[in-house]
């Protein structure tokens, strides 16, 4: 059967199950968006094809599914890039089609000529350009194999305009995937996993690191089947909020730059750090040399380059960490040992360090809002709904790891790695069209949101009720911070007090806006704005110059870390440090 | 501790088996640039099967630097197979065609240097000579010092190209994945490495 390749495209993806796209047409993609009206698929005009992308992101976080993206050649395709470098960095499993030039006139500069094949080859797991229409349905069903499999990542598909235009034989859609270089190991090695079991049940002072990896595996009943099993500590890293309830006693909050002082102790303190699916990230580790100095590392995770990249690991696991974690909770359940009466020593210093600097902030009842404040609150009155979190990049971003205190995983959408302003508002739209009836909350800030707020009106025309709770401090936040701490005071470019009327703005996209300055409207506001249908914005106007702590200056030792202002006592390190 | 402790850096040889494809060398020629090394040397070609092209590469770098940079060559999904042959039994060789003076004094000179070298002339005037010398680097390092002197016009190098010892080259990778990564079914490659026949040939 003979069939133009945009006929085959949409057969792909229909093949594929691919239900939802986000994107933006243009010229020579124009005859796939053609061809798409007879298809069933629901394609999501973004207003911007970062954003497209940004909510395929999301779209893949919430639901495991992959999201897909369609954009033109050119700008469209170049305005992909943050998307996919977002992508890329937190394993977000993402297909991008770019349309591209007739291949006659390629490498011509051509009207709308990127070359996006070479543009993206650095910040995309694979890439590839169709060059013949037959070989598009392998193409496509490579493309959502790879995209998925192993550590997730972002494929991008370039589709010339002669090739979607050109007529070919379609033979069906593959119903498997053969590539000889793409083999990812998911069983980790039983010699191994034995390894790591007489490590931990030899412990006296185990701490569990739990990263991105667990949430892309799935594995949050395993992972919470090993705290339960060994009962030791537990920290989750910004990826993989959400894995463990965070009511469970064993947990102790985030690690890193701005984590809990507890869970940054407990990384130096323990004698076995078993860290599962995380990929030591700088923003955990601080000063690499002075990092796991005093401790055995286990590390299990599916990208063997991941492992040993930046610290040295004594037992590397390679797999896929819900299968691992099968195997090593086997193996260790058949350990006879008290755990908890084992680590009685252990879990006296953690309360320790939990009483001394739990996470605080003043809240005046008649001074500006704290965001900290206004964030527990929409934890408080939204935690039984089991809402989808998104965030974007900055103080705010840190305040909800710290205090909207995630119960389930793929329920918390951030930008880790990349750390791109202008990510959570999207991204909770992707979210959005993947559960249509779930309670979405973007939790941004002022600086970020207006990135991508002309996504508004996307979120009006198709209905996605996003609920955008805006940290308005007028400031870029998290720069203000380190202007203050480590350049003197010197506010350099950071001053927002320039801004739109946010509630204004979102009446006039047709969606609700609702505005918050004292303490005591919080909790009307944020009932008004999830009992309200359709898109809201609420501008919390907040303290101008709360800063976010504990923090561990960049560069600097997890031991440097400052609580409040203040640098960690000396004595809370007393035969540990 | 640091995985990137302070450690030689050297050479090393590494061999790819990737796709032939359009852009795979792009992405490995990427990878490497993206971590802020030079490629020293690059040799590609065709195999007996035409999907597959060979490609040789010498890379400078710290061990944990070229672990690290195998793991994530292995990573591409073009790339179909990595060894690096640095401590490996390997053959290493590179063809050099060398365009040397040859006025009446030196002639004879250069001739007896290109025969002690087993080099051979390709081209000849009133006024040149040009050689084509195979070796591994320290031969043509040496070829090219001695006849300096006589006023080398021009050198054109093909880069390194190496191959393993011995009757098979897959095991090789895999027993060092073994030894290094303790991942690979160890025992399996332990049987494997006994049946690879030891290779006798002086290099």
Same mark, same amino acid.
């Given at each position: 059967m003979k069939l133009t390749g945009s006929e085959i495209f949409m057969k792909s993806l229909q093949a594929e199950g691919v239900t939802t796209a986000f994107g933006h047409p243009g010229g020579v993609i124009l005859h796939a968006y053609d061809v798409m009206l007879d298809y069933p698929m629901q394609h999501i005009l973004c207003r911007h094809e970062q954003a497209a992308a940004h909510a395929a992101e999301g779209y893949y976080k919430a639901s495991g599914r992959t999201g897909t993206c369609i954009v033109t050649s050119g700008p469209g395709a170049t305005n992909t890039v943050t998307g996919l470098t977002d992508a890329f960095m937190d394993s977000m499993s993402v297909v991008c089609f770019t349309g591209q030039v007739p291949t006659a006139v390629? !490498? /011509?500069?051509?009207?709308?000529?990127? =070359?996006m094949v070479g543009t993206v080859r650095s910040c995309t797991k694979h890439n590839v350009l169709v060059q +013949? #229409?037959?070989?598009m349905p392998r193409i496509i069903k490579e493309a959502y194999y790879v995209s998925r499999s192993g550590r997730p990542g972002p494929v991008q598909v370039d589709l010339p305009k002669d090739i979607m235009m050109g007529r070919a034989e379609f033979t069906g859609y593959p119903e498997s995937v053969r590539l000889r270089g793409y083999n990812p190991s998911i069983h980790g090695h039983p010699g191994q996993i034995r390894k790591a079991a007489e490590l931990i049940a030899n412990a006296r002072r185990p701490f569990i690191y739990g990263g991105g990896g667990i949430v892309h595996s799935d594995g949050s009943a395993e992972f919470t089947e090993l705290v339960n099993l060994i009962k030791a500590p537990t920290t989750l890293t910004l990826m993989a909020?959400?894995?463990? =309830?965070?009511?469970? %006693? *064993?947990w102790v909050g985030m690690p890193g730059m701005h984590g809990t002082v507890t869970a940054n102790m407990g990384m130096i303190h323990c004698d076995v750090l078993i860290a599962v !699916?995380? &990929?030591? =990230?700088d923003r955990v580790t601080g000063k690499l040399s002075e990092f796991g100095k005093n401790c055995k590392i286990i590390h299990i995770d599916i990208? %063997?380059?991941?492992? @040993? +990249? $930046?610290v040295h690991v004594d037992v590397p696991i390679v797999g896929d960490v819900r299968l691992v974690l099968r195997e090593l909770n086997k193996e260790l359940r058949k350990i006879k040992r008290d755990w908890a009466q084992d680590q009685a020593e252990w879990y006296g210093q953690i309360a320790d360090w939990q009483a001394a600097h739990p996470l605080r902030y003043d809240q005046r009842p008649d001074g500006a809002i704290k965001p900290q404040h206004a964030i527990e609150h929409i934890y408080r009155i939204t935690?039984?709904?089991d809402p989808i979190i998104a965030t974007g990049v900055g103080q705010h971003q840190m305040w909800a790891g710290q205090y909207?205190?995630? &119960?389930? %995983? &793929?329920r918390w959408i951030t930008s880790g790695g990349?750390?791109?302003?202008?990510?959570g508002f999207p991204a909770a739209m992707g979210a959005q069209a993947a559960f249509p009836d779930k309670l979405v909350i973007n939790i941004d800030g002022d600086g970020c949101f207006q990135?991508? /707020?002309?996504?508004l009106v996307t979120c009006v025309q198709y209905n996605l009720p996003v609920k955008t709770f805006l940290m308005n401090n007028r400031y870029l936040g998290m720069v203000r911070q380190w202007q203050e701490l480590f350049? +003197?005071? &010197?506010?350099?470019?950071?001053? *927002?007090?320039?801004? %739109?009327d946010f509630v204004k703005l979102a009446d006039a996209y047709g969606a609700a806006g609702l505005r918050v300055?004292?303490? #005591?409207e919080l909790p009307a506001a944020i009932e008004k704005a999830i009992a309200t249908p359709g898109p809201v914005v609420v501008d919390i106007v907040t303290e101008r110059e709360e800063n976010c702590f504990p923090m561990i200056p960049a !560069?600097?030792?997890?031991?440097d870390i400052i609580d409040a202002g203040q640098p960690v006592s000396d004595a809370l390190f007393q035969g540990w440090r | 501790m640091s995985a990137n402790g302070s450690q030689s850096n050297r050479a090393h040889t590494l061999t790819l088996q990737v796709e $032939? @494809? *359009?852009g795979v060398l792009a992405r490995i020629a990427g990878l490497i640039s993206a971590k802020g090394y030079n490629i020293d040397s690059l040799s590609v070609a065709e195999t007996l099967d035409p999907t597959v092209s060979q490609i040789t590469m010498v890379v400078h770098g710290t061990e944990s630097a070229i672990e690290q940079t195998v793991k994530q060559l292995n990573r591409l999904?073009?790339?179909i197979k990595v060894i690096d *042959?640095? =401590?490996?039994?390997h053959v290493e060789r590179e063809m050099v065609l060398i365009r040397v003076n040859a006025e009446p004094a030196n002639r004879a000179e250069a001739l007896r240097i290109a025969d002690i070298f087993r080099a051979k002339v390709v081209d000849v005037t009133p006024r040149a000579y040009v050689f084509e010398v195979t070796g591994d680097q320290g031969k043509i390092e040496a070829f090219i010092e001695l006849l300096r002197p006589l006023g080398i016009q021009e050198v054109v190098r093909t880069g390194t190209v190496a191959i393993a010892r !011995?009757? +098979?080259?897959v095991t090789r990778r895999e027993a060092r994945a073994a030894r290094r990564g303790?991942?690979?079914k160890a025992a399996a490659e332990r049987d494997e490495r006994a049946a690879d026949e030891v290779s006798v040939l002086p290099s």
């Open positions: 390629m !490498g /011509c500069d051509a009207f709308q000529e990127a =070359d +013949k #229409a037959e070989e909020l959400g894995s463990l =309830d965070t009511s469970h %006693p *064993l !699916g995380p &990929r030591f =990230d990208d %063997p380059t991941s492992i @040993r +990249k $930046n935690q039984e709904m909207y205190r995630g &119960r389930h %995983p &793929r990349l750390g791109t302003m202008g990510f990135m991508t /707020c002309q996504e350049y +003197k005071g &010197r506010y350099s470019a950071v001053d *927002l007090s320039v801004q %739109p300055e004292r303490p #005591a !560069g600097a030792a997890i031991k | $032939n @494809r *359009l999904v073009d790339v *042959l640095t =401590d490996e039994d !011995g009757s +098979k080259a303790g991942e690979a």
